[in-house]
Nanobody, 115 residues
Framework: QVQLVESGGGLVQAGGSLRLSCQAS????????MAWYRQAPGKQRELVAS???????DYADSVKGRFTISRDNAKNTVFLHMNNLKPEETAIYYC?????????WGQGAQVTVSS
């Protein structure tokens, strides 16, 4: 079965950096769209970035120029490199894999940005 396991969350000061990782298993990883979402307390889950092996990456306007999504298809892993983090970006960050229009989610990684 499909499994996604995030890691790399934690506490960082405003302006700092973190790298999230998402290890996938149970799918043909390189064929699938991978994405990172986040959900802050009391807010809806929102798309942060997505990547497709064949057509590249997209980002939410709020993170362009600061976040980079990348993937290592040989290791079935997708990364989210986050720079210049802001306190309002404190949230649980979720990895998502889309397999033929079905979405699979990881358990989430807490990112806390202190001011």
């Amino acid at each position: 079965q499909v499994q996604l396991v995030e890691s790399g969350g934690g506490l960082v000061q405003a302006g700092g950096s973190l790298r999230l990782s998402c290890q996938a298993s149970g799918s043909i990883f390189k064929l699938n769209i991978m994405a990172w979402y986040r959900q802050a307390p009391g807010k809806q889950r929102e798309l942060v970035a997505s990547t497709n092996t064949f057509s590249g990456s997209d980002y939410a306007d709020s993170v362009k120029g600061r976040f980079t999504i990348s993937r290592d298809n040989a290791k079935n892993t997708v990364f989210l490199h986050m720079n210049n983090l802001k306190p309002e970006e404190t949230a649980i960050y979720y990895c998502k894999e889309r397999i033929t229009r079905v979405d699979y989610w990881g358990q989430g990684a807490q990112v806390t940005v202190s001011s």
